[in-house]
């Protein structure tokens, strides 16, 4: 390998490390300032929800709210059949899902505040109400949404329960088209369609989970009303996510692996240290980011297509086998740390000494004979 090859290869190592750096200084920065009017906090949710690869289900659970779990928290239980609604209590009917969120919260709010029995009944009876007017809310609520018409969009007042039901046949709908295109190989004019559906639904969705998300907002004020002065200054209760069973880790700390992930190995990279390890783990995470949407033409196109477009090869592939290739080399010795740390290494010393010594020793049975 001749010494400009040597150039060219340390040159794009450190392309790549900067790329992988830059991309996660970016996210760190977005954490870091908060939700702001001009920053939105890095969030992994909108990639994974919109995996489309042969791993997509994987994927998807790990966003955590998916539509099947969405919906499982605006369920509610179904009458017994000829039963009067009447004579169910409410907070029976109460979704499963959300009701366990709920009580893991209450849970955890009566240990974080160390309640006394008697302010332990009145939190439960409190949570008890709440789960009445959710229930309330989830059947016989109405809101004003916008619904567009060929005409143009319009502003009605709706029933929660057909605003939950739309949501569900826009689910299924979506999921149609997906189907139909996977059946036809994407040579279907259901790409535009799927396009306009799926952002719908992500709107059906995000709007059913703000609303959802005031109802327990409402529950964890209620609570605090059995609070002492005291008790209020202890901070507030850790919150409780009952995600899916399928979900390996929270989607915070997915967040902050991909965040801090990204800066060390292009710090690495950057730096040459650890330079091998560095590429083998850049290229298994541009695995995982080609598996979650890979550039099948009987897939459906990314929600967010970037520049050009791609069959079977992405660039997360190509950047990929190029992490790999130089993986096979020195290229931190040649220009990085991981030359002082050879260098500086005492086994490299002692395998010289003893090198030197089998030479010499060689050399003086050379001259005897």
Not at 225 to 254: C, N, Y
Request: hydrophobic share 40%; net charge neutral; proline share 6%.
């Amino acid at each position: 390998m001749n010494n400009l090859t040597r150039v060219f290869l340390v040159l794009l190592r450190l392309a790549i490390g900067w790329h992988f750096f830059f991309e996660g200084w970016e996210k760190f920065d977005s954490l870091r300032t908060g939700p702001t009017t001009i920053n939105r906090p890095f969030t992994s949710a909108s990639y994974l929800k919109e995996a489309t690869g042969p791993f997509a289900d994987f994927f998807r659970n790990q966003a955590g709210d998916t539509d099947e779990i969405v919906l499982e928290r605006l369920t509610v239980v179904p009458l017994p059949s000829g039963q009067d609604s009447a004579q169910i209590p409410p907070p029976t009917r109460m979704p499963p899902r959300l009701a366990q969120e709920w009580h893991a919260y209450l849970t955890s709010f009566i240990d974080h505040y160390h309640l006394d029995s008697q302010q332990a009944v009145l939190a439960g009876k409190k949570l008890e109400q709440r789960e009445d007017g959710t229930v309330h809310w989830l059947l016989e609520g109405r809101k004003k949404v916008k619904k567009s018409f060929p005409t143009g969009t319009v502003e009605v007042e709706e029933p929660t329960a057909q605003r939950i039901q739309d949501y569900r046949d826009k689910i299924a709908e979506v999921k149609e088209m997906q189907s139909k295109l996977l059946k036809s190989l994407g040579k279907d004019v259901l790409h535009e369609k799927l396009k306009v559906a799926k952002a719908e639904l992500n709107q059906m969705r995000t709007d059913l989970l703000v609303d959802l998300n005031e109802q327990t907002e409402f529950a964890k004020i209620a609570l605090e009303d059995v609070l002492t002065t005291e008790q209020k200054q202890q901070g507030q209760a850790p919150e409780i996510h009952q995600a899916s069973e399928k979900v390996i880790l929270p989607l915070a700390t997915v967040d902050y692996l991909v965040t801090f992930g990204l800066i060390a190995i292009g710090a690495c990279l950057l730096l040459g240290l650890f330079s091998r390890s560095a590429c083998v783990a850049g290229a298994v995470f541009l695995l995982l980011l080609y598996l979650a949407m890979p550039p099948f033409p009987w897939l459906p196109d990314p929600p967010r297509p970037t520049e050009g477009h791609y069959l079977f090869v992405s660039k997360n592939l190509i950047e990929m086998i190029a992490l790999l290739a130089l993986a096979t080399t020195r290229s931190g010795c040649w220009a990085g740390l991981d030359g002082l740390l050879q260098f500086l290494n005492p086994r490299r010393w002692r395998s010289s000494q003893k090198s030197e010594a089998r030479r010499q020793e060689s050399g003086e049975l050379t001259y005897h004979r």
